[in-house]
């Protein structure tokens, strides 16, 4: 074997026995778990962190808040995400960060003539005394009556806001994820839920042919939400361990500094800032 040969052969075996760069450029990773309010948000402003921080790799699974909460308590994931703020029994071991401020509102497809729907209309509905459009000064039509699946913020905010409980909904469909619900509102012009307000606002900026119904007369959106009128708001929360790890404690003060306020208003969110 020639010199050249030998040191070609060197060369070659050399480097594949080395890491590649791009085997190293993830060395953090973070996983992030919940709420599907919140997914779409922390995507975005993951890929920013990642763009300018080329060793972190981010994950980000839905699943609700109750399992963002749950994810969060027992390491499951670094950080939980949840749309509704901890109950007392849920707080241990756990520290919270609001990311941002959203609100509930009911959602109807954007040929309903209705525009605005009380508390009591809204009890009325989803307890099976309201049934039929005509109810309300609309149309002749049964109503496709959809309810959030247990586990999900926006069911358990609404149930005590009307002053009811679970087992007393009726409802002719469950949907879980946010996407999932707009899906069966918008193939179903006598269809009726209830959404985060940024991402039904949001939706309908893209042409999605939903209405944000007004509740007692206020509308629903981000302005409302924003003064603190609208009678169904939440916060958006980050949930971690009360010591941070180094990477955890990067990534959640880039979240919620002001460098993602853009990315915060463009999902039709309030910021806190």
């Given amino acids: 074997m020639s010199i050249k040969t030998f040191l070609f052969t060197f060369v070659v075996t050399l480097c594949c026995l080395l890491p590649s760069q791009e085997a190293n450029a993830a060395d953090k990773r973070l996983s992030l778990s919940g709420s599907s309010t919140i997914a779409p948000l922390i995507s975005e402003i993951a890929r920013r962190f990642e763009a300018e921080h080329k060793d972190f790799r981010i994950d980000v699974q839905t699943g609700g808040s109750s399992r963002g909460i749950a994810d969060a308590r027992r390491g499951l994931s670094d950080i939980g995400m949840s749309s509704r703020a901890l109950h007392d029994e849920e707080k241990a071991g756990v520290k919270t960060h609001i990311l941002a401020m959203d609100g509930i509102a009911f959602v109807v497809h954007a040929k309903n003539p209705i525009k605005n729907l009380s508390a009591a209309q809204a009890r009325q509905i989803y307890t099976g005394q309201i049934s039929n459009w005509k109810q309300l000064g609309g149309e002749d039509a049964e109503m496709t009556i959809i309810d959030r699946a247990k586990g999900r913020s926006e069911q358990e905010l609404m149930t005590k806001f009307l002053g ?19 899906k069966l509102v918008t193939g179903n012009a006598h269809a009726i839920t209830y959404l985060s307000v940024g991402t039904s606002e949001y939706e309908v900026n893209r042409g ?7 509740f007692e007369g206020i509308p629903a959106s981000v302005a409302t939400v924003k003064d603190q009128s609208f009678p ?10 009360e010591r941070l790890p180094e990477e955890v404690e990067e990534f959640l003060n880039y979240s919620l500094s002001n460098k993602v306020d853009d990315l915060i208003k463009g999902q039709a969110f309030v910021s806190t800032h």
């Fill in 208 to 214: 999605t042919p939903i209405r944000l119904l007004d």
């Fill in 232 to 241: 169904l708001v939440r916060p958006l929360v980050l949930i971690t361990p």
């Fill in 164 to 182: 009811i409980k679970s087992p007393e909904v009726k409802a002719n469909l469950t949907c879980g994820e946010n996407q999932q619900c707009l």
